[in-house]
């Protein structure tokens, strides 16, 4: 299975700043995912990463908001940009690793705790 | 027994007990199914997963049962752990998307 890894595990910022985060995987992977997790909550999908192009951003999630990177096929960045307290959460790097058995399957990483100020 | 917390339905079990965690998917055109555990601080981990094409699957103490004509999958956990004690949620995909629509999540107490 691919290893997921994410910069920094978590942060405590301040209303209005811009935290970006890491996520590096170890091997070459098709597709990356981000996701927000609210505290107590299920997981949600904010954006696809494409490599090479712009994200795909579902519905409630901008770009201005959060922009993210995709610059080679194991490394992404998520930028959560002008900080307020209801952007306190975890976020989730995943990918859908080529060489998975598994139809779809999805590895993640080990999240970002962010707290809002 | 299950009961509603604050944000997640809870089931308390006894360690050695088996536990049966429910869900219902919301999309009738999804065709693949996985359990993920989360423990507390740590991202969601692989269990299990199903096709649509299936209705069991067994794995090492797991079994994911689907019943499509409903929308409901369970995962059965045998002989509970304390090392079972996590946040268990489903999650649904297919179609022409490869995106994950998680469940709500359950959080699974083992009692020693």
């Known amino acids: 299975s691919a290893v997921i890894s994410q910069k920094p595990s978590r942060d405590i910022c301040q209303r209005g700043t811009s935290l970006t985060i890491q996520c590096q995987v170890d091997?070459?992977?098709?597709?990356m995912f981000w996701y927000r997790q609210q505290p107590g909550q299920s997981l949600t999908l904010i954006a696809t990463a494409n490599q090479g192009s712009e994200a795909t951003y579902e519905s409630g999630f901008v770009i201005d908001k959060f922009p993210i990177s995709r610059p080679n096929l194991t490394f992404s960045t998520l930028t959560v940009s002008n900080m307020s307290p209801e952007d306190s959460s975890i976020y989730l790097c995943?990918?859908?690793?080529?060489?998975?058995?598994?139809?779809?399957?999805?590895?993640f990483g080990p999240g970002t705790r962010l707290t809002v100020l | 027994g299950e009961s509603v917390g604050l944000h997640l339905p809870t089931l308390s079990v006894q360690e050695g007990d088996n536990s049966i965690i429910n869900c219902a998917y919301s999309?009738?055109?999804?065709?693949?199914f996985i359990w993920y555990k989360q423990e507390s601080g740590k991202g969601p981990q692989f269990i299990i997963d199903i096709r649509s094409n299936m209705d069991k699957r067994q794995g090492q103490r797991v079994t994911v049962l689907l019943n499509k004509t409903v929308k409901h999958l369970s995962l059965q956990i045998a002989a509970t752990q304390p090392g079972d004690s996590a946040v268990y949620f489903c999650?649904?995909?297919?179609?022409?998307?490869?995106?994950?629509?998680f469940g709500t999540g359950t959080l699974l107490a083992v009692q020693p």
């Open positions: 999309n009738s055109a999804s065709d693949y």
């Open positions: 995943s990918v859908e690793w080529a060489g998975s058995a598994s139809y779809n399957e999805q590895f």
């Open positions: 999650a649904e995909t297919g179609g022409a998307t490869n995106k994950l629509i």
């Open positions: 091997s070459q992977v098709t597709m």
